[in-house]
Each structure stands twice: as structure tokens, then as C-alpha cells.
């Protein structure tokens, strides 16, 4: 069965730290990988990814995949206030033109002042 | 870019009205749009899969009857919820997803309150 599991589900940290999250899938003709971040409102994209090992980064932000082991991870460096969401991961499940993305149930990150 | 918008950003109407939410790919054509909902600390939920030019693909639970989901060109979907009733209030958000890509951009989102 096509499933996006997420971890962890919550998290707390202070200002400053490094947090990783995780994303392991497993789907029929993987596709890609997308992270989100999810505050008070809709998703904001941050990242998409296709091929492994290659490392996507913006800011303080970067994710890797890994289509071997069937996961990714997100990394927040120097972590702000203003990193508090939730954030999400999910693959397309299906073929062109039938497909829809399968969701991880998020992990919540808390950054404490 | 991939800039996706939503039209309107917040509504309230009365029970047994009907509304439109529109949702268009600003930069980008999208052969395939998403609609969600999603209640307070609650996970996304699909409702339906439209594709230019054909029907709605709707998810197990959904009434397609209630929610009309039109997909009139390759920049625009609308939803519309007919005979709203105050339990349909919730947050609707769509998402598109450019042309032969497995991408996919979300929409601001509509917050819709039924009285």
C-alpha cells in the first residue's frame, strides 16, 4: 500500500538549534518528493526532489533524498521563531493525468525565543 | 513563479446559498487541479482531482452533486458549493500542478463560513 510516513510528529526545540525531520515513503513509480510548510494558512512549497543524493537548500532549509532506503530529510539550521508550522511531505500516487499526492501527517515544529 | 491564486480569500454566507471559489495558475498551465479541505489542526483532505476539459475525479465520501467542480481551462477551476450548509464551513484550499510535471502549488486558500 502507497504511504508517506512522517517523523516525528511534534517536535520542540529552542532558537538556534539544528532540527531534522523525517519523510519515508514507499509508492508504486515514485515520481517526486515534495516538502511544505504549513503556518496558519495554505502550504507554502519549499522543496522538490527526483533524484538521489542531491542536496536541495535554500537558506537554512535543505532536504535530501534517499531512493534506496526510500526516505528524505529536511534540515533546519540556526533555527528562528519563525520556523514554527507544520511541515509536510507527499509523493504522487498514479499516472499522468489520474494521479493525486499521498501525505505524510506532518511534523510539528515548535522554536522557542 | 508558480504562483497559484484564490478568489475569494474569505466568505460567509447563508444557509441553503451557494458559493464559488475560484482558483487560477497565475504563471503556469496546469493540465491538473487539486481541491482540499482542511478543519482546525486536521490533515488535508482530498475532495477531487480536475483535469482541463473532463469531469472531476472525486474522492470516496464526497458529493460530487454538492460540490461542482469545473475546469474550464488550463489557468482556472472552479468549486462551487451548492446549498451550503453551516457543517461545510471549513477551509478550502486548491492546488495545481504544471504541465508534465509531479509538482504541485498551493493555492491561499478560502475560508468559508456558513450561517
Known amino acids: 500500500e502507497d504511504k508517506v510516513v512522517q517523523s516525528p510528529l511534534s517536535l520542540v526545540v529552542h532558537e538556534g538549534d539544528t532540527v531534522t525531520l523525517n519523510c519515508s515513503y514507499e509508492?508504486?513509480?515514485?515520481?517526486?518528493l515534495l516538502w511544505y510548510k504549513q503556518e496558519k494558512k495554505a502550504p507554502t512549497f519549499l522543496f522538490m526532489l527526483?533524484?538521489?543524493?542531491i542536496e536541495k537548500k535554500s537558506g537554512r532549509l535543505s532536504s535530501i533524498l534517499d531512493k534506496k532506503e526510500l526516505f528524505s530529510i529536511l534540515n533546519i539550521t540556526a533555527t528562528q521563531t519563525g520556523d514554527s508550522a507544520v511541515y509536510l511531505c507527499?509523493?504522487?500516487?498514479?499516472?499522468?493525468?489520474?494521479?493525486?499526492?499521498?501525505f505524510g501527517t506532518g511534523t510539528r515544529l515548535k522554536v522557542l525565543a | 513563479g508558480a504562483v497559484v491564486s484564490q478568489h475569494p480569500s474569505r466568505v460567509i454566507c447563508k444557509s441553503g446559498t451557494s458559493v464559488k471559489i475560484e482558483c487560477r495558475s497565475l504563471?503556469?498551465?496546469?493540465?491538473?487541479m487539486f481541491w482540499y479541505r482542511q478543519f482546525p489542526k486536521q490533515s488535508l483532505m482530498l475532495m477531487a482531482t480536475?483535469?482541463?476539459?473532463?469531469?472531476?475525479?472525486?474522492e470516496q465520501g464526497v458529493e460530487k452533486d454538492k460540490f461542482l467542480i469545473n475546469h474550464a481551462s488550463l489557468t482556472l477551476s472552479t468549486l462551487t458549493v451548492t446549498s451550503a450548509h453551516p457543517e461545510d464551513s471549513s477551509f478550502y484550499i486548491c492546488?495545481?500542478?504544471?504541465?508534465?510535471?509531479?509538482?504541485?502549488?498551493f493555492g491561499p486558500g478560502t475560508r468559508l463560513t456558513v450561517t
Open positions: 492546488s495545481a500542478s504544471p504541465l508534465a510535471e509531479y509538482e504541485q502549488y
Open positions: 509508492v508504486t513509480n515514485f515520481r517526486s
Open positions: 527526483t533524484s538521489s543524493g
Open positions: 507527499a509523493t504522487p500516487r498514479g499516472t499522468s493525468g489520474t494521479y493525486k499526492y499521498i
Open positions: 504563471d503556469f498551465q496546469a493540465t491538473t
Open positions: 480536475s483535469n482541463e476539459g473532463s469531469k472531476a475525479t472525486y
